[in-house]
């Protein structure tokens, strides 16, 4: 069986491959989310990776015993031409948050939905060709 930290990333994975164009969004990168801790791209590719970044004691009262404040980290990079790179950024930003809203039904019982932390764009060299960001949310999950 799957440990917490596995059920939560997937769950996340989850939420992050209805990211399709078809389905509203501004982008597909839905079609390229892995929750691998070093994922393996072509460096022209678009991707997604979620990771567990740390865990520390919950310090809600009442949690503090049997759950863990986890923290996940969403990492995404998309092709984006310099003169774009911006509108790019703002897109995929949009389509990972609206993704993760509303979504406490596809994690299992006993988990907080992830909660919105912070989001910082990774730092691409001008001509790079792309443009990323991380995203960090938190969740509360069951010690097993």
């Known amino acids: 069986m799957s440990s917490p930290r596995e059920q939560l990333l997937e769950a996340v994975a989850q939420c992050l491959r209805r990211i399709r164009k078809a389905d509203g969004y501004n982008t597909d990168i839905g079609l390229q989310v892995t929750t691998e801790p070093g994922p393996r791209v072509d460096s022209d590719a678009a991707f997604v990776a979620v990771g567990w970044t740390g865990q520390r004691r919950s310090d809600t009262a009442g949690k503090s015993r049997t759950h863990r404040l986890t923290d996940i980290g969403i990492v995404a990079k998309v ?6 790179a911006q509108a790019a950024l703002d897109e995929i930003v949009s389509d990972i948050e609206r993704a993760m809203e509303d979504q406490q039904f596809r994690y ?7 909660q919105y932390q912070s989001a910082e764009p990774l730092g691409a060299a001008f001509g ?8 960090t949310y938190t969740s509360h999950i069951p010690i097993r």
Do not use: K, N, S
């Not at 092709?79 to 774009?84: I, K, L, T, V, Y």
């Not at 299992?108 to 992830?114: A, F, K, M, N, R």
């Not at 790079?128 to 995203?135: D, E, I, R, S």
């Open 79 to 84: 092709p984006a031409e310099q003169a774009r």
């Open 108 to 114: 299992p019982v006993g988990y907080d939905t992830p």
């Open 128 to 135: 790079a060709g792309w443009t990323g960001v991380t995203l």
